[in-house]
């Protein structure tokens, strides 16, 4: 993967080749410049910055763009045209002279820096172009060297810490900046007007700032990549956004239009450019101007989860945490320890002890080859469970730092639904697969007994007689190979610990059964179409003596089911109206 993204914003500008300081025929003196004993004065260093800038612009590289017109923009915010595409090839890589160009300015702030560590825009412009040439760790020497009173060096800190990857470091950082700020600026800082999206908007502008805090902090732990990880990450990147919009506001950028709303609100929402080229075209009536495109970081799912997942994360399902969003997304996020952010293949179920939830999953990397070949590597690979109701105070985190291709994580929480969120992470791969959504831990109400989910497990010589035994042999995967065997747990809860009858169906259907798919199985309960599946089972229990909840275990053959996708459902019938269901979708294949 190419350090470029492919997600592109076009900017008019006009070519504006030299510091509006120099004379008329003058040329830009690019040579190496030894870095003066004596720090220079600001004037000087802006004047060099300016002519980095106009020097950069004038050697980018042409890049023949699919520059859409005006009315295909995924957006048009004021002078710059957004659109978002990630089959667009990779942009050339930045010509040598310029990052020798950026080199020199970097040295005349260097010994700008020494001599005055405690002036802002020396500080911020030091790191901005560290940070642009890859070189984070001394970014992150340079802002810790910085003295400027107040908020100002906390948040450089926080900037370079969270180029660098070092999120919680990051995290802290800013936590300190927002801090040591006033109240009508930490109000600013924390506005989130701009990343989301109409829905969420109506509500937000109805609060004031201190009632918003609330919400704001609920927003970014749900808009985390790695709800495992530590330190907000989505945080410190729109943290960093603004900062980076103060460095550019200093400073002219590459566009050098001016830095107008426009582009603050372009970055904010999709973040700053990593890379730049021109057209290789002019603007048809426009003289001698060109377009400036810049390239952020792909890919870049939303940033944002969708206001029903914010408001309800325990009822979301998986397209609520997809990693493509349907155009016109709000914001953007390309999380640098996730450009490939896949779908876990995993199998998790919900069980109750008292008043709490235990949560089990069994997860398997070995389809991917990222994934699997990080296993052999020590210390490449995390694992973890997370359980919330969507407030990280509330927040459940398991981790198995050396995880194999396959394994199981449980985890307890507080009786109720929830959002699960199961991460298996390969940054230095760029990798992460998840699986996120929400799980139902509610009664049925009406019933005394009630039922946990189904859990799938591998048949082997013994039947499980608690859920200790069977997670061992927990299948990683709803797949199962045509003409297979497979063992179905459950436990009934509330039930009679003196012994009770307990009658028990298990009915498996295609997902097409009475012609209304998956919609169906919500208006009709599977047991009105049994007599004409292929795989039913009926069975009279006695409920466990001496226990108030009855843990069971069956093997099922699936020698009759086609190759398809099916709905297996287990209905169980205690008398006088007790009567529960559960459901697990199962895919029937031909081979793994």
Sequence with gaps: MSPYGRSLALAITAVALAPPNMLPGQVLDVRPITPPAVAPPLSTLR??????????????????????????????????????????????????????????????????????????????????????????????????????????????????????????????????????????????????????????????????????????????????????SAGNDARTEYYSRLMMAQFIEDAPSVYQMGFGTDERELLLRYGWPRAWTRDGGFIVGGGAQYPVVGHEPTPAPPMIPAPGVLDNPASSDSAGWRSKGIPPVRARYSPEYAKHLIPLEHQAALFRRGDSALVVVA??????SALSAAVRKPNELTAALVLTKGDPRDATVVRDDHPGERGTLTARALWGSMLMSTEIAAPSRRTLARARYGVRGSDVPGSRVQISDLLLFDAYDGMPGRLEDVIPHM??????????????????????????????????????????????????????????????????????????????????????????????????????????????AITVVNRE
């Excluded at 405690?118 to 642009?132: A, K, M």
């Excluded at 003295?147 to 370079?160: D, I, K, L, N």
């Excluded at 065997?485 to 009679?496: H, K, L, M, S």
Aim: aromatic share 10%; net charge positive; charged share 30%.
């Design 47 to 228: 004047t060099a910055q300016e002519g980095f800038e106009s020097f950069r612009r004038e050697h980018l590289p042409i890049w023949n763009s699919r520059r859409p017109t005006p009315d295909s923009c995924d957006e048009r915010i004021g002078r710059f045209c957004y659109w978002y595409d990630e089959n667009e090839p990779d942009p050339p890589r930045e010509p040598e002279t310029i990052r020798a160009a950026r080199q020199r300015l970097i040295s005349q702030l260097d010994s700008a820096a020494r001599a005055f560590p405690n002036d802002r825009w020396i500080s911020g412009q030091r790191v901005r172009y560290l940070t642009e040439s890859d070189r984070f760790d001394d970014a992150v020497a340079a802002a810790r060297e910085c003295t400027v009173r107040e908020w100002w060096c906390s948040a450089v800190q926080g900037f370079a810490l969270h180029v660098a990857g070092r999120y919680a470091a990051a995290d802290t950082a800013y936590t300190v900046a927002v801090a040591l700020m006033d109240s009508r600026q930490r109000c600013d800082w924390r506005d989130l007007k701009l990343v989301i999206d109409d829905a969420l908007m109506r509500r937000y502008r109805d609060m004031n700032c201190a009632n918003r805090l609330g919400l704001e902090d609920r927003v970014w732990w749900l808009s985390r990549p790695m709800l495992s």
């Design 363 to 368: 997860w398997s990397i070995a389809r991917d």
């Design 475 to 584: 299948r990683s995967s709803q797949r199962i190979v045509a003409g297979a065997r497979v063992g179905i747990y459950w436990e009934a809860y509330n039930t009679n610990p003196t012994g009770e009858g307990l009658n028990v169906s298990i009915t498996v259907a295609p997902e097409n059964s009475g012609g209304g798919g998956w919609l169906r199985r919500r208006l009709v309960a599977l047991r009105l179409v049994r007599e004409a599946q292929p795989v039913t089972i009926g069975m009279r229990d006695v409920s466990a003596r001496g226990l108030a909840y009855s843990p069971r275990s069956v093997v099922v053959d699936l020698a009759t089911l086609n190759a398809g996708r099916y709905l297996m459902q287990l209905e169980l019938d205690a008398g006088g109206g007790n009567v529960v269901r559960a459901e697990r």
